[in-house]
């Protein structure tokens, strides 16, 4: 059933149905404003805008505008200033919502209403304000645009939600100095406005870190209009994004969204109530619920997250109000940013050699099997990309050797003795990721470059995941080179060795099937 959207008025009550649209040529003229920074307490790395914390399945500027769309606006200026590259690369331009997005930059975070006296309204003309780390439902929305009116929002207390629809007359009191709760006083005070009270369940903010966690929450119930990502897989226990991944023996207990390139593994417990925002690791043994896990965070098999907002080793308590930083040396929790994967020095190197010195015959007797066969002799050489400068911005690479495309046999061995070769010079480490060159590395999603960035390119990479009969994808391939980052141990390393003999043993039989 349609919510509605209830207006008290002093003398009376009435109700906006939410179907029905305000005519074009009565469209308001909409400024949304994304300036304002994410509190201190929430543990969000880089100091995000408050816009881009993630509320479900996305964040809630992009809620924001899709409730902007619902509600037949067409036309949205938005006033940023924390971090506007970051909010212009997330947003674009609005084509994905239909929306004409004008940017505009304030000076200042916390007072950029001087805005509103720059944008020349006719004195009778209205103004829809709104603001991105505030979202209310297209109902709402849908009823400001059709009348002149003022959000409050009904919680704990009765205030303003930071959205209101008011004649451009109403600017004239607002200074250039006015902060949010002066904008707030304001709107409210204007005698033409009405009130507009707006339920719990069609309004989330990204104030506090409680009200982060409450926003998950109306995202959770998806009752308000909080709606999910076309492409996103419904199921039993919520919703997940498609390129997630959910071992079938992990136990997902609902309301549960995990989101992009999420990985839980085996006998991992998530939910209910929990809400992965997008690279997060949840291994085996991990449980996961009444909690908000920030991007690009590894939860190890000891962990248990209740009640809580985590971001890497940083974990912000909502039952007692109360911050922890877990140190990094334990493994419990830890950023996706690298840091993990052990840095080889010269004992891998001398280990190298010696192996290489007691390989050369073999090697020797490759090369002639080489040449009688027909084979391609030596290797290739391989412009392999280690990340980015953080001066100048431009790719570091390292030239590594490697096997012809087509080689079998003894060619593939050969390029596999080169690679030693690159252990030997530094080059290369025993274990670490996968090398890519500059096609491979631009072909990787934003967040995959930031986690390999400076990693070491290994002699023996994580096994990845694949389809049956047909080799793993990029995706999957970065994935396991992920889990090898935040897992890096002996034990895994050996483990590493036996699912490559195992992945050797099988790739083996296969051959051997298609050539019977």
Known sequence: MAQQATCSTADSVRTVPPAILPEPAALPRVVVFMSAPSADEIPASASRPASLLPFGAVTFAEQVLDSCARAGLKTIDLVVSEQPEALRAHLDDGWRWGLTLNWHLAKESGTPYGFLHALGLAAGQRLLIGHGDRWVSDAVVRALAGDEQVALRIGQGVEWSGWASVTATALKDVPAHADFDLLGAIMVGQPSARSLMVPKDQFARAGTAADLMQAQGVALRNEAGAHLPATWIRKPWGAMSPDASVHPQADIRGPVLIGPRCSVDRQARVGPGAVLSRDVLVARGAVVREALVLPETYLSGGVTLE?????????????????????????????????????????????????????????????????????????????????????????????????????????????????????????????????????????????????????????????????????????ALAAA???????????????????????QRLAFGWRQQLRG
């Open 481 to 503: 080179d992920a889990y090898y980052i935040v897992r890096a141990s002996w034990r895994e390393r050996l483990r590493m060795l036996r699912g490559l003999f195992r992945t």
């Open 307 to 475: 009640h809580s907002v985590v971001q890497g080793n940083v974990v912000q308590d909502l039952r007692w109000s109360a911050r922890m930083v877990v140190p990094l040396r334990d493994g419990v929790l830890g950023p996706l940013n690298g840091g993990f994967a052990p840095r080889a020095g010269w004992l891998g190197r001398g280990l190298g050699a010696v192996a290489a010195l007691s390989l050369l015959p073999a090697f020797a007797l490759l090369s002639l099997v080489q040449r009688l066969g027909g084979q391609p002799s030596g290797w290739i050489r391989i412009d392999a990309v280690v990340g980015r400068d953080p001066q100048s911005g431009g790719l570091r690479r390292v030239m590594l050797r490697g096997p012809h495309t087509s080689a079998e046999g003894a060619s593939c061995l050969k390029g596999g003795y080169g690679a030693l070769l690159d252990v030997v010079q530094g080059r290369r480490h025993w274990f670490g990721i996968r090398p890519r060159e500059k096609a491979q590395w631009y072909a990787l999603r934003r967040d995959w470059q930031v986690l390999f960035n400076d990693q070491p390119v290994g002699l023996f990479h994580a096994p990845a995941w694949a389809e049956p009969f047909g080799p793993p994808d990029g995706e």
